[in-house]
């Protein structure tokens, strides 16, 4: 039997998403920018793409550009809106556990002479709205702050964020990465005082090297591609008509099913947490139902590195991950979003993430704990040895 649970690095496409870009690749494979009919048809497959993903969030299709992925899409929200609002202010906002993808850009800025104030989190990993509203001043530009934490499932208060940023410091931009949270939750960026939101198709069973920015009405934001001037001049590039309309199709198969699968995802995550807590030695991080997020468990099972017990899993055919599945993969790097959690070492050494999609089974689900329940004492005796 296989078991992939990893579905927080990658999900495999739906079978629609790959009619969709088959159909785009090998029979309206026509360059938008061409003024013939072949160009037109791709154009119009752009222009569905928008509408349909501008339907799931309640926005205008013109402000939705296509992206690689969630990378690119995080890195042009922190430092296409520096590069714009850098006369108004140079302080920007964050939490301590985002991505990488956006806290490198972060990084980068704090070199460039910008001024960085990192909010801490708490046990579960969760900022304190009252740590963001002290730290908003008349110079900051931009906070960037996640929807759903990738590596243990924390589930940020964005919605109540977002009141206190446009209360307190109407002119700063907020960001938030969704790259976990779009097709799992319902985000209305106008309601939740959201000005660009990141997400990634390949997240949600659309493909690789597809995603998207919402860039609300009236953001100032500087380019991060130049050249040929597609997207308004905002993204160039050839337009990637497989990528946005494979995605599109992911965000309307997501959208259609997103209750029942959410229901259905609970029930996983409640059966999976069940059975790690009859293990000895198992402590959970993530949060119990509705408190954290559907789709992750995160773990640790004391006296066994993480990298061992993957590849014990992996032996029989258990597909899990150490981590977030963007950094590095010739050494396990010690999370930074563990430590900021405060966890002790032997936690951080010995962490499993478990993640689930609309096609994961309850199956699967007793598979893992039964190779568990035989494989940790086992693996504890040997490295006692």
Not at 112 to 136: K, M, S, W
């Amino acid at each position: 039997m296989e078991a992939y649970l990893d579905n927080s690095a990658t999900t495999r496409v739906t079978d629609s998403v790959r009619d969709v870009v088959v159909r785009t690749m090998t029979e309206d494979y026509g360059n938008p920018s061409s003024k013939h009919r072949k160009g037109l048809e791709a154009e119009h497959y752009l222009k569905d793409a928008r509408e349909k993903i501008a339907k799931t969030l309640k926005v205008n299709e013109k402000e939705i550009y296509f992206t690689s992925g969630g990378t690119e899409s995080d890195n042009w929200a922190i430092l296409g809106p520096a590069a714009a609002n850098r006369r108004t202010g140079m302080h920007v906002i964050t939490s301590a556990v985002e991505h990488a993808a956006v806290m490198m850009p972060i990084h980068y800025l704090q070199e460039q002479g910008y001024r960085v104030t990192v909010l801490p989190v708490d046990r579960q990993g969760r900022i304190h709205l009252e740590d963001l509203e002290a730290a908003l001043c008349d110079e900051t530009i931009l906070v960037s702050i996640m929807s759903v934490n990738n590596e243990v499932g924390t589930i940020q208060p964005i919605a109540e964020a977002g009141a206190r940023i446009k209360k307190k410091c109407p002119h700063a931009v907020f960001h938030v990465d969704a790259v976990q949270a779009y097709g799992k939750y319902r985000i209305y960026p106008k309601r939740m005082g959201i000005d660009l939101l990141s997400v990634s198709g390949h997240k949600l069973h659309g493909p690789k090297g597809s995603g998207f920015l919402y860039v609300g009405d009236g953001v100032r934001i500087h380019p991060l591609i130049l050249g040929g001037g597609q997207q308004k001049g905002m993204r160039s590039g050839t337009d990637n008509v497989p990528g946005a309309a494979g995605l599109a199709q992911a965000a309307v198969d997501a959208f259609a099913t997103l209750d029942a699968d959410h229901e259905r995802m609970l029930i996983l995550k409640a059966r999976l947490m069940a059975g790690l807590s009859q293990l000895s030695d198992v402590v959970i991080h993530s949060e119990e139902g509705e408190q954290g997020a559907a789709h992750i468990v995160s773990a640790a099972f004391i006296g066994v590195r993480s990298e061992v017990l993957l590849h014990a899993l992996e032996e029989r055919g258990i597909y899990v991950s150490a981590g977030s599945a963007c950094s590095s993969n010739k050494k396990l790097p010690v999370s930074t979003v563990l430590k900021e959690m405060q966890l002790p070492p032997e936690q951080l050494e010995s962490t499993l993430r478990f993640s689930f999609s609309r096609f994961t089974t309850e199956e699967e689900i007793d598979y893992t704990l039964d190779a568990l329940q035989e494989l940790l004492p086992m693996l504890r005796r040997f490295i006692r040895k």
